[in-house]
């Protein structure tokens, strides 16, 4: 399995700020993804990082809110911009070896005053 | 669309108690079944997994079987530890080039000495 590292692990953000959250695994892989957990919640899917083209955003996640980027094959950032309260959450990153099974990265936990 | 239906926790055992929490759903084609746990204050971890009817997945004591007749994946473990208090989730991934994981709500467990 991949070993997936996050940055920051958690942070407090004042409202109308944005913060970056970047993904890193140690070994090439094709599929990264970025959810958000909710407090509370189950996992829902924000987007596929798409290396060297836009990522793929899911229903009612848009690219001016979380933009993302995936330079290569290793790393990808997500940003919350523009953030309010609701935004309060768990952001995962997560990556798909060729065994068609996601591993996951340890999150950063975000809170929005 | 996909699905996946979850027992609704919280679920609480004394230690060396049966565990059981159930899962199904509502997939086309031959999705892949995995559980997941989260312990307090991380990320996702794959606990288990299986690809095709009646494979059982197993890890740290845990088992579940794929049975697609009641289109279930039931998590089972004989015997609790305290260590295994975790919120464990139930998804599903769609066969092929189909990457969505659907996610169950998640199950709170809290074993207690």
């Known amino acids: 399995s991949a070993v997936i590292s996050q940055k920051p692990s958690r942070d407090i953000c004042q409202r109308g700020t944005s913060l970056t959250i970047q993904c890193q695994v140690d070994s090439q892989v094709t599929m990264m993804f970025w959810y958000r957990q909710q407090p509370g919640q189950s996992l829902t899917l924000i987007a596929t990082a798409n290396q060297g083209s836009e990522a793929t955003y899911e229903s009612g996640f848009v690219i001016d809110k979380f933009p993302i980027s995936r330079p290569n094959l290793t790393f990808s950032t997500l940003t919350v911009s523009n953030m309010s309260p609701e935004d309060s959450s768990i952001y995962l990153c997560s990556v798909e070896a060729l065994t068609d099974t996601q591993y996951f990265g340890p999150g950063t936990r975000l809170t929005v005053l | ?113």
């Open chain 2, 1 to 113: 669309g996909n699905s996946v239906t979850q027992m609704e926790g919280p679920v609480t055992l004394s230690e060396e108690a049966f565990l059981t929490i159930n899962c199904t759903y509502t997939a086309t084609g031959y999705p892949s079944l995995f559980w997941y746990v989260q312990y307090p204050g991380e990320g996702l971890q794959l606990l288990l997994k299986a690809t095709k009817a009646d494979d059982k997945g197993s890890n740290k004591g845990f088992e579940a079987t794929y049975r697609k007749e009641t289109t279930s994946f039931h998590l089972e473990k004989g015997s609790v530890q305290v260590s295994d208090s975790a919120v464990y989730f139930c998804a599903l991934r769609s066969g092929g080039s189909n990457y969505k994981l659907t996610f169950g709500k998640g199950t709170l467990l809290t074993v207690n000495p």
